[in-house]
C-alpha cells in the first residue's frame, strides 16, 4: 500500500523551518481515525547529516485505529518503507 500527502499536511510540513525537538508525542488528526497520539524520536545517521523520524503509537486507542485504518490484525509489526 502507498501513502501519499495531501496539500495541506505538505504546506505545513514545509512551514516548519527546524527539526522537531528530538523526541516527544505529538497528535495529528486523520480524516477517518480521529485523533492520533504518535511518540516520535528523531534520529541523527551518521556521515551524512540526514536525520530520520520514527513514529509510534503513544497509547492502545492510537495503535488500535491505526491497525483498523491498515486493516492489520491488532499487534502486528508495523514497518514503513519510504
Known sequence: MKVTAGA???DRLAAVPVMP????V???EHPGAGALRLAY???ALPDDGQRM???LPADEATAAALDHVDGR???ALR???G
Open 8 to 10: 495541506a499536511f505538505a
Open 21 to 24: 525537538r528530538r523526541a516527544g
Open 26 to 28: 505529538q497528535t495529528v
Open 41 to 43: 524520536e528523531t534520529l
Open 53 to 55: 523520524v520514527v513514529h
Open 73 to 75: 490484525r491488532p499487534g
Open 79 to 81: 514497518a514503513v518503507n
